[in-house]
């Protein structure tokens, strides 16, 4: 069974507005980390937001903005006020307690692809 | 920026020719990591590390071995390409957000096509 689910293969969003990309996860863990990526059409893997599963706070670093449902198991990105270059593959990661060792493995969603109309 | 290359940057080989692809990085990080990304399988561990000489398999590590003699470089080695090895090629290593709190980042990728 997939453990990071992310349900849109790809979106569309006019320049400006917000846009909301979907991730649920499975894990039977209590402690967990979630991660937003960005990978536009250059290649490269870029970081974007973290949460804890003990934040009580939604994590928040600029436009981009992780909407945490603990109890519906749900992690979804929102960008607010959409660019250009904003226009990539995003993909959902976790990481479970388990994974504190020397494998230190991310579980990764299969990605959304967002496409910024202007 | 992490401080991670990776090299070649893209590379064309036959079928059953070795290939090893590099990964150096600037930081000092003890954990390393190799990906692999190809269409509808999103990305996958191949190998890992955890410090000089200390490795293990990841989900797909069926075809490659890796080394690692130094804490800078992270060597992943293809003994003889295979067609299905065609894929991009991600080194990543981990560093600490804040706290017990760490994330991954990756290097610019390696691009590796076999004939």
């Known amino acids: 069974a997939q453990k990071i689910t992310q349900t849109q293969p790809g979106m569309f969003v006019q320049e400006k507005e917000a846009v909301t990309l979907d991730c649920t996860y499975d894990?039977?863990?209590?402690?967990?980390?979630l991660f937003w990526y960005k990978q536009p059409s250059s290649g490269e893997m870029i970081f974007l937001i973290y949460?804890?599963?003990?934040d009580e706070q939604n994590a928040t670093e600029g436009r981009y903005s992780l909407n945490f449902q603990k109890a519906r198991k749900s992690a979804n990105l929102v960008i607010s006020a959409s660019q250009l270059g904003d226009s990539a593959m995003y993909f959902c990661?976790?990481?479970?307690?388990?994974?504190?060792?020397?494998?230190?493995?991310?579980?990764w969603g299969l990605g959304t692809s967002l496409a910024v109309n202007p | 920026d992490a401080g991670i290359t990776q090299s070649p940057r893209h590379k064309v080989t036959e079928t059953g020719t070795p290939v090893t692809l590099r990964c150096h990085q600037t930081?000092?990080?003890?954990?390393m990591y190799w990906y692999r990304q190809d269409p509808g399988h999103g990305l996958r561990l191949i190998h890992y590390?955890?410090?000089?000489?200390?490795?293990d398999k990841g989900e797909v590590s069926d075809g490659y071995s890796v080394s690692r003699s130094k804490t800078e470089d992270f060597l992943l080695t293809l003994e003889s390409a295979t067609s299905s090895q065609t894929s991009v090629y991600f080194c990543?290593?981990?560093?600490?957000?804040?706290?017990?709190?760490?994330?991954?980042?990756f290097g610019p990728g390696t691009r590796l096509l076999v004939l």
């Open positions: 930081e000092n990080h003890r954990y």
């Open positions: 894990t039977s863990d209590q402690s967990y980390g």
């Open positions: 949460q804890g599963s003990y």
């Open positions: 590390s955890y410090g000089v000489k200390d490795t």
């Open positions: 990543a290593i981990s560093e600490s957000l804040a706290g017990y709190q760490e994330t991954q980042y």
């Open positions: 990661a976790m990481r479970e307690s388990r994974n504190a060792g020397n494998n230190r493995k991310l579980i």
